[in-house]
Nanobody, 117 residues
Framework: QVQLVESGGGLVQPGGSLRLSCAAS????????MGWYRQAPGKQRELVAA???????NYADSVKGRFAISRDNAQSTVYLQMNSLEPEDTAVYYC???????????WGQGTQVTVSS
């Protein structure tokens, strides 16, 4: 099984930045599309950003130009750099691994991001 461990969440002021990290436990990291999802109170879980093994990215319209997803296959880690944070970005952020062939998914436990003054 793939285990995903997120880190980097916390409290930040509007306009600030955070970098989330998600470390995978297996050496087969390259065969997974990686993504970040978030869920705010009273809202559905939504895709924030995704990145394929070859580096193709996709972003939600609400974060385009502010967030950047990247991956380090050697370290089996995916990152989400979040800049110009807004209160609307407040949510629990979840790391996701999507097997490129079977489409089986693994989820991290989530990390809280709170944007408030």
């Amino acid at each position: 099984q793939v285990q995903l461990v997120e880190s980097g969440g916390g409290l930040v002021q509007p306009g600030g930045s955070l970098r989330l990290s998600c470390a995978a436990s297996r050496s087969i990291f390259r065969i997974y599309t990686m993504g970040w999802y978030r869920q705010a109170p009273g809202k559905q879980r939504e895709l924030v950003a995704a990145i394929t093994s070859s580096g193709i990215t996709n972003y939600a319209d609400s974060v385009k130009g502010r967030f950047a997803i990247s991956r380090d296959n050697a370290q089996s880690t995916v990152y989400l750099q979040m800049n110009s944070l807004e209160p609307e970005d407040t949510a629990v952020y979840y790391c996701n691994a999507d097997h490129i062939m079977t489409r089986h998914e693994y989820w991290g436990q989530g990390t809280q991001v709170t944007v408030s003054s």
